[in-house]
């Protein structure tokens, strides 16, 4: 069965701090990965990666995909408390049109 | 340009009723997804659906629940003899196509709660 699996579940910092947050899959025919940020409404899109060790970035954040060991990282580096929320990553696996969340990792940034 | 629109934002049931979900995809999309968001947890695909066809009805329940997209009109999601455990956020998302689900746009999310 595919799944994503988040690590940590939840993690508290304070402003300034960088983190790093994990996500590991075990899917059928890898499409491509998804991160998203969801505050108190939509989960709204941060990256897609599809090829191993290309780093997107952008602003402070980052992630980059390593397919042969199945896992992805979002590096967030000199947080806010903008950053406070839950991060998504998912999965497309190829051709089906639909994602495979993981649990999610709530961000919570103290001034 | 509106983004995906759904209501009711916020929806309270009895045990048995009926509920239903509206979703309006962003203008030029033909494709739209519903996730379910049980508490604690994240997004579970539901449906995939295009104009007046289900594609993928894979993560719904057999039972209770059915969603369409007509030709006109946004895309509804029906919870029959709703249940306590059907009480969570539902997710619409849309995109202009199948290929590059990177560009999928979430809704706000409806909140159903099941007394």
């Known amino acids: 069965e595919d799944k994503v699996v988040q690590s940590p579940l939840s993690l508290v910092v304070h402003e300034g701090d960088t983190v790093t947050l994990n996500c590991s899959y075990e899917?059928?025919?890898?499409?491509?990965l998804l991160w998203y940020k969801q505050e108190k409404k939509a989960p709204t899109f941060l990256f897609m990666l599809?090829?191993?060790?290309i780093e997107k970035k952008s602003g402070r954040l980052s992630s980059i995909l390593d397919k042969k060991e199945l896992f992805s990282i979002l590096n967030i580096t000199a947080t806010q408390t903008g950053d406070s929320a839950i991060y998504l990553c998912a999965v497309e696996p190829s051709n089906t049109g639909k994602l495979i969340f993981g649990q999610g990792t709530t961000l919570q940034v103290k001034p | 340009n509106a983004g995906v629109m759904q209501n009711p934002r916020h929806l309270v049931r009895r045990r048995g009723q009926e509920a239903r979900l509206r979703c309006s995809p962003m203008?030029?999309?033909?494709?739209v997804y519903w996730y379910r968001q049980l508490p604690e947890e994240g997004l579970k695909f539901m449906v995939y659906l295009q104009k007046e066809n289900i594609i993928d009805e894979s993560g719904m329940p057999k039972e209770r629940f059915s969603a369409e997209f007509p030709k006109e009109g946004p895309s509804i999601l029906r919870i029959q003899q709703v249940v306590r455990g059907d009480s969570a956020a539902y997710f619409c998302?849309?995109?202009?196509?199948?290929?590059?689900?990177?560009?999928?746009?979430f809704g706000e999310g409806s909140r159903l709660t099941v007394l």
């Open positions: 599809t090829s191993s060790g």
């Open positions: 899917v059928t025919n890898f499409r491509s």
């Open positions: 203008k030029g999309h033909s494709h």
């Open positions: 998302a849309s995109s202009s196509s199948r290929q590059g689900t990177g560009e999928l746009f």
